[in-house]
């Protein structure tokens, strides 16, 4: 980690305290000049980090700032684990190291400049008040093996916030985490190899933390973070659960497939028994859902009979 970014980090952690901190504070806490301090700040909030400054005062975090302890995350993975403070995207950041990973590897950021969610659309990535992470797996079968893989991480990261107190969670098929019905975290899956031979995959996972006004006047749809729980989650054992959760998944899924899956994922579909819409395109189908099949395909009663839809662009949303 940079010098520039322990003393950004310093700043935070200074501010995390909540009230407001003056400029001459942070500077003799710091060892550096107010100027210094100031240019920082400046810094913090072109990374979305919002900071409120008032003159005689000083400055005061919007919301709070949530950062990995680097060296606990460390000692607690098995695996190789890459933190940063910043990249491209945890998903781009693997793919391109593919070839040198093994199943498991992880991929951490406090900020991603190009964060990625499904159907193209971007995921807000501001520093530090999320969870932004990626996790690489390969299949020595082929793409075919994979079939069903975004239930699995769904419920993986269900089982992972529901051990750390985290209530009233749903997921709409495929993988979306909902809170209260609101959407909590996202999951973007990305494969590279054979249809019938060795492949690999990116998991990447985008969580809601603590979301700020500002952030949140990005976002299209409605959402939902962990800010308002009685009991804020660790962010850093979040983190190191769920690569722990996901690998003894995955792991069960390479042996048994989705079948040893089902009684999680029928506990958390937001949808079965519902009357739904289908978007695939242009095209719109009506029906009742009626949960997945083994291959992880959405099954939807219609006037044609009971119908299985699989694919990534197919949105599923209430009738």
């Not at 990116?202 to 299209?220: C, K, P, R, T």
Request: some cysteine; overall charge negative; charged content about 20%.
């Amino acid at each position: 980690m940079s010098d520039n970014w322990n003393r950004k980090r310093a700043i935070l952690s200074l501010l995390n305290a909540g009230d407001f901190v003056s400029g001459e504070a942070l500077a003799d806490a710091l060892g550096i000049s107010r100027a210094a301090i100031s240019k920082h700040i400046d810094t913090l909030e072109t990374y979305g980090v919002e900071i409120y400054s008032v003159k005689g005062k000083g400055y005061k975090l919007a919301t709070p700032v949530f950062l990995i302890d680097e060296p606990r995350l460390l000692q607690a993975i098995d695996n190789r684990c890459f933190y940063f403070d910043e990249t491209s995207s945890t998903n781009a950041f693997l793919l391109s190291h593919a070839k040198e990973l093994k199943s498991g590897d992880i991929c951490i950021a406090e900020y991603q400049s190009a964060g990625r969610g499904r159907r193209g659309r971007t995921w807000v990535s501001p520093y530090g008040n999320h969870l932004y992470c990626s996790l690489f797996w390969g299949f020595s079968q082929g793409m075919a093996q994979a079939m069903g893989l975004s239930l699995v991480v769904a419920c993986s990261l269900v089982k992972v916030l529901q051990e750390l107190g985290v209530p009233d969670l749903g997921v709409k098929w495929p993988n979306d985490i909902y809170l209260d019905h609101k959407k909590l975290a996202g999951v973007l899956i990305e494969m590279s190899g054979q249809a019938d031979s060795e492949c690999q995959l990116i998991i990447g996972i985008g969580l809601n933390m603590a979301m700020s006004d500002n952030q949140a006047q990005a976002i299209e749809q409605p959402w939902n973070d962990l800010s308002h729980l009685a009991s804020m989650p660790d962010k850093t054992e979040l983190a190191i659960k769920l690569q722990q959760q996901l690998k003894r998944d995955l792991q069960l899924f390479e042996r048994e497939g989705l079948p040893a899956f089902m009684p999680r994922w029928q506990a958390v579909d937001l949808f079965d028994g519902q009357p739904v819409r289908l978007l695939m395109g242009s095209n719109e189908i009506q029906g009742i859902c009626r949960g997945v099949d083994e291959q992880g395909s959405l099954l939807l009663e219609t006037d044609a009979g009971l119908q299985a839809y699989v694919g990534g662009e197919i949105s599923l949303r209430p009738n």
